[in-house]
């Protein structure tokens, strides 16, 4: 078994062991699934209206974690289905779960007391060493359906040494004290509330942020040959119905009748830089035309889901779309994978990558999607890119390349997209004019890097814990003089003119504090850079400072301090490379 196997093995049993032994406090308890996902295991659990309190979870950890060893090895006992129906025929779920199995034959395990379906291949493992985490507690419906019964859901995670756990537990630590949340609200970033469930509300910190990020992305762009388009919020149903995502995402765009006409805010960037591109008549020199868009959308989310800026129902996608010639399809997504890189690079990320295939609810013809996913994968080998196949998981209009963001605490976040596109050319009528005089179909790639500028913003919030880089942070310098001296507000009030002159972001802090509580502020806004001004400074003309989560203090003259700051807050897209 690889790490990941191991993993989901070790947890699909412990959610055994653990219901083996609530079944000694509860007999009278009812199981429904067992599930293991990559964040551990959950158990669906009738209780006959009991509710499980997290300090009896506690208690039967403890008693998991000193009782290991003792607790009865499974027993794998196979049984057919009449046999499986009898055994459990007080239990109305194992009897469904029972009746939707293919096979006659069904691996029941049994430990002491307790006995449940086990549908996976059985391995002798040695779990005396397991340690064990109940997390929470919730309710869910028998199948997701809000119709059924809502069964006690114990959520968990165990590991195959106490050492793995501990580590465990200090990094969900250190991901509470990183939570982009708590961090949002501490820095003023933002903010969330009901008028507008899953909308942020930017706060003047967060505006500065948003907007020298949007200022890198149209500069990174503009220097990689990108055209900045803007296309309408909100477009009428018959757009939708010609792109296809009418009939395959109306149950989560937000519509409405204006008249006899009926509108939908668009989920989307990709339909209206269709119309674009439709404008005006195309030949084959122009190729490949560059398309980007900051275009705010609209996802009507499960309120279920919303999870901070991770999962909104508004946000800016931060889109481009390439039309080029089919002898064009390597070398540009080459460029896009190679402008992918730098930018993740430049944030201190890692990333693995997926090549997502055709789903069921796909357009187009099999040659068509063959021709398409083909494309990809050269491309991907040209750049000497591993990469793992994902069965299914495209867009219903083509295969696409994803691009998971592996964070300071190992987690992924996916990102980047890179799609190739056989269907929307056909759909929407585009054409241009080739060498041949004739009419043929562009072949588009929709391409994002950031995914969101919202979402990004939360993923970098968490990524430096709240300290952004001196560029991106909403005040760059604080200006403290150690006393309200005249001379020395005078000298700060001059430097403070002096960097906000170059458009540097300053707070000039002159209240009647100690010394002390100025820096310790100064250090929980995580402003990146704090100048002390005191006798000495004023009178040698220099300046000392402390960078955020440094202790030690520098000086040097005025102007190389100043000179220092100017060059940190440089857009970081100054440097990037053109891609051809």
């Known amino acids: 078994m690889n790490n990941k196997e191991k993993f989901e093995y070790i947890n699909l049993i412990s959610a055994y062991i653990f219901n083996s032994i609530l079944l000694k406090k509860y007999p009278n308890a009812k199981f429904g699934r067992i599930g293991v996902t990559e964040k551990g295991f959950y158990s669906d659990i009738d209780l006959n209206e009991k509710v499980l309190s997290l300090n009896e979870l506690e208690s039967i950890n403890n008693y998991i974690k000193n009782n290991i060893k003792l607790i009865e090895k499974p027993i794998i006992m196979k049984m057919t289905k009449d046999e499986a129906l009898a055994e459990f025929n007080d239990n109305t779920y194992k009897k469904e779960i029972i009746g939707s199995l293919k096979s006659n034959i069904i691996n029941v395990i049994k430990i002491g007391e307790y006995k449940d379906i086990f549908l996976n291949e059985y391995l002798d493992v040695d779990y005396s060493n397991f340690s064990m985490a109940l997390l929470n507690v919730s309710s869910a419906y028998w199948n997701n359906d809000s119709s059924n019964k809502s069964l006690t859901r114990v959520n968990g995670i165990a590991f195959n040494t106490l050492k793995e756990l501990k580590d465990y537990k200090n990094k969900i630590e250190e991901a509470k004290q990183r939570d982009h949340r708590k961090l949002g609200k501490e820095l003023g970033l933002f903010m969330f509330d009901d008028v507008a469930q899953g909308m942020p509300f930017w706060l003047p910190n967060g505006v500065i942020v948003y907007d020298k990020l949007v200022e890198f992305w149209k500069k990174l762009h503009k220097k990689n040959g990108y055209q900045e388009i803007k296309t309408p919020m909100i477009m009428s149903e018959k757009l939708w119905h010609t792109s296809g995502h009418w009939e395959h995402y109306k149950d989560n765009m937000y519509t409405t009748n204006v008249g006899y006409i009926s509108y939908a805010l668009k989920p989307m960037n990709c339909p209206g830089c269709m119309m674009v591109y439709k404008n005006q008549p195309h030949s084959y020199k122009e190729f490949p035309i560059r398309y980007g868009e900051l275009g705010q959308v609209h996802r009507h989310e499960a309120s279920g889901t919303l999870n901070g800026l991770f999962r909104v129902r508004t946000f800016t996608q931060d889109d481009a779309h390439i039309f080029c010639l089919p002898n064009q399809i390597e070398s540009e997504i080459s460029n896009l994978i190679s402008l992918i890189d730098d930018v993740y690079k430049l944030f201190g990320f890692t990333y693995t990558i997926e090549l997502s295939t055709r789903p069921e609810n796909s357009m187009g013809s099999d040659e068509v ?26 867009a219903f209009y083509g295969p696409k390349i994803d691009f998971h963001l592996k964070d300071c605490l190992g987690r ?105 509580y100025k820096l310790r502020e100064s250090i929980l806004k995580k402003i990146p850079m704090t100048f002390i001004i005191g006798d000495r400074e004023v009178d040698s003309k220099t300046i000392s400072y402390r960078n955020f989560g440094d202790k030690n203090m520098y000086a040097d003259s005025r102007k190389n301090v100043i000179e220092l700051v100017k060059k940190k807050s440089i857009n970081p897209a100054n440097d990037f490379k053109y891609n051809r």
């Open 369 to 394: 999607w063959n021709l398409a996913e083909n494309s990809l994968k050269q491309a991907l080998n040209r750049c000497n890119k591993k990469y793992t196949i994902n069965e299914g998981d495209g």
């Open 412 to 516: 992924d976040w996916q990102c980047g997209t890179i799609q190739l596109d056989f269907q929307m050319s056909e759909r929407f009528d585009l054409s241009y004019i080739g060498e041949d005089g004739k009419q043929h179909r562009p072949v588009m790639l929709h391409r994002v890097i950031l995914g969101s500028i919202e979402r990004f913003i939360g993923i970098l919030t968490e990524q430096y814990k709240g300290a952004l880089p001196l560029w991106l942070s909403s005040t760059q310098v604080n200006i403290i003089p150690v006393n309200n001296d005249e001379k020395l507000i005078d000298y700060a009030n001059y430097i403070n003119d002096e960097l906000s002159c170059d458009d540097i972001r300053t707070t000039l802090d002159v209240r009647n504090e100690k010394l002390g």
